[in-house]
């Protein structure tokens, strides 16, 4: 799908922390931007406004909370999309071959076996 340009305003220390957070991520601010927004606009429209609400006439404390509280949601997440990727990678050969416990014990010995 082909990239489509918009334009947004910020206010400057928005913009300067876009700058050094796309330089830290070896992204563009174009690309921070383009994420950040297909991530509110998959947000429930009731989280939307509860966001806007907590701009307009939280205090600084309640911004706080809920980034924390945000983070602690998205950390199990994270934990569990490494986990799969880990137990894909530990996958063996002919796995559904091994019948028996001779079967696992011999496939257990050749995987951990050091390689002359």
């Known amino acids: 799908m082909a990239a489509q340009f918009f334009s947004a305003d910020a206010d400057a220390t928005t913009v300067a922390r876009l700058r050094q957070t796309a330089a830290r991520e070896g992204r563009t601010p174009s690309q921070i931007t383009g994420s950040s927004l297909k991530l509110y606009l998959a947000l429930p429209g009731t989280v939307r406004t509860a966001l806007r609400d907590i ?4 205090m600084p404390e ?15 997440t994270q ?3 490494t986990r ?4 894909e990678g530990m996958r063996l050969r002919n796995e559904g071959l091994l019948e028996t416990d001779e079967d696992i014990l011999a496939e257990a010995v050749r995987a951990t076996a050091k390689r002359r």
């Not at 701009?55 to 939280?58: E, N, S, T, Y």
């Not at 911004?63 to 950390?75: E, L, P, T």
């Open 55 to 58: 701009d307009a006439l939280g």
């Open 62 to 76: 309640d911004h706080h909370n809920m980034m924390r509280a945000i983070a602690r949601a998205v950390a199990p």
């Open 79 to 81: 934990y569990e999309v």
């Open 84 to 87: 799969r990727q880990v137990a």
